[in-house]
């Protein structure tokens, strides 16, 4: 018996020697770091985030469906990092939306508040003088309208955090647009991080074979030219000088993500298409401000 206590002792020992190091942050463990990160092995903690949600459903002239919906996570007021993430969920709301903030907005909840408001009250308006200008065709119109982001802190290390937006958009039409933004936001001062932060200038030859790399993987093809029917791009490009996304970086787990919109160099059927960059590959291509977020 005292042999078998021994055996079990031994192999529990082994066992947590061998286990990776559990990553302090990662999307979908928001409610265990605590509990799944020793305390004497992590020297920081995670900031702490704040949700803000709204909902608004109507119908309008009883059979238009008129929708918005948030779903947010934003740094605590009292974090270094509210501030600028606010002001960039800010703005994604205004790029999308195309809806203009009359005065400033201070809260989480006085953007969601706002931004449910205007374009409920547009689109009513909207979808009212679409029936009108209709009210004579034979045509069963419906005009539905529905707006829906998602926020969420997916990676965070004790340098940087980082966000992911997720919007789908509807306003007539075959079909909706969707969304995906990242932004990695440096903790030390609030900075958003860019392409431009992370890249040695004399590396981004190497890098963008890197991310034609990650762009066959994503449409299953081997070879440049295979890719390139995929594509819908006007600008002139190669391997070696693909054109980055108009969106950030993003610093996830397990790779730098290049995030590209629908249409942006490809058709819609397309989706989103993204590269992820291994970090292993990463390690002569990292600016000064790069390897400071990453050492």
């Given at each position: 018996?005292?042999?078998?206590?021994?055996?079990?002792?031994?192999?529990?020992?082994?066992?947590?020697?061998?286990?990776?190091?559990?990553?302090?942050?990662?999307?979908?463990?928001?409610?265990?770091?605590?509990?799944?990160?020793?305390?004497?092995?992590?020297?920081?903690?995670?900031?702490?985030?704040?949700?803000?949600?709204?909902?608004?459903?109507?119908?309008?002239?009883?059979?238009?469906?008129?929708?918005?919906?948030?779903?947010?996570?934003?740094?605590?007021?009292?974090?270094?990092?509210?501030?600028?993430?606010?002001?960039?969920?800010l703005a994604l709301?205004?790029?999308?939306?195309?809806?203009?903030?009359?005065?400033?907005?201070?809260?989480?909840?006085?953007?969601?508040?706002?931004?449910?408001?205007?374009?409920?009250?547009?689109?009513?308006?909207?979808?009212?003088?679409?029936?009108?200008?209709?009210?004579?065709?034979?045509?069963?119109?419906?005009?539905?309208?529905?707006?829906?982001?998602?926020?969420?802190?997916?990676?965070?290390?004790?340098?940087?955090?980082?966000?992911?937006?997720?919007?789908?958009?509807?306003?007539?039409?075959?079909?909706?647009?969707?969304?995906?933004?990242?932004?990695?936001?440096?903790?030390?001062?609030?900075?958003?991080?860019?392409?431009?932060?992370?890249?040695?200038?004399?590396?981004?030859?190497?890098?963008?074979?890197?991310?034609?790399?990650?762009?066959?993987?994503?449409?299953?093809?081997?070879?440049?030219?295979?890719?390139?029917?995929?594509?819908?791009?006007?600008?002139?490009?190669?391997?070696?000088?693909?054109?980055?996304?108009?969106?950030?970086?993003?610093?996830?787990?397990?790779?730098?993500?290049?995030?590209?919109?629908?249409?942006?160099?490809?058709?819609?059927?397309?989706?989103?298409?993204?590269?992820?960059?291994?970090?292993?590959?990463?390690?002569?291509?990292?600016?000064?401000?790069?390897?400071?977020l990453w050492k």
């Amino acid at each position: 018996m005292r042999k078998l206590k021994f055996w079990i002792s031994a192999g529990a020992c082994l066992w947590c020697l061998a286990s990776p190091a559990v990553n302090p942050y990662v999307a979908g463990n928001e409610n265990s770091v605590a509990e799944s990160v020793p305390a004497a092995s992590v020297s920081w903690s995670p900031i702490a985030i704040d949700s803000v949600s709204a909902h608004e459903q109507k119908l309008v002239k009883k059979k238009h469906l008129l929708e918005f919906t948030l779903n947010v996570q934003l740094p605590a007021a009292e974090e270094k990092l509210a501030d600028p993430v606010r002001a960039w969920w800010l703005a994604l709301l205004t790029g999308q939306t195309g809806i203009e903030p009359d005065g400033p907005l201070i809260s989480g909840d006085e953007v969601s508040t706002y931004f449910r408001k205007a374009y409920m009250d547009r689109g009513r308006d909207e979808i009212t003088q679409l029936v009108r200008e209709t009210r004579r065709d034979t045509l069963d119109h419906r005009f539905n309208y529905a707006f829906d982001m998602t926020l969420t802190r997916v990676y965070e290390t004790k340098r940087f955090v980082t966000f992911r937006a997720e919007t789908y958009a509807y306003s007539g039409g075959a079909h909706g647009v969707q969304y995906r933004e990242y932004a990695t936001f440096r903790k030390s001062d609030g900075h958003l991080v860019s392409w431009r932060d992370l890249i040695e200038p004399r590396q981004q030859t190497k890098f963008s074979t890197l991310v034609v790399d990650g762009l066959e993987d994503y449409f299953g093809v081997v070879g440049f030219a295979a890719l390139s029917e995929r594509l819908q791009i006007t600008d002139s490009y190669s391997r070696t000088s693909f054109p980055l996304p108009k969106g950030n970086p993003g610093l996830l787990e397990d790779g730098l993500c290049v995030q590209y919109d629908a249409y942006e160099i490809a058709p819609y059927a397309a989706g989103q298409p993204l590269a992820i960059v291994p970090y292993a590959s990463m390690k002569r291509l990292w600016s000064k401000v790069g390897l400071s977020l990453w050492k």
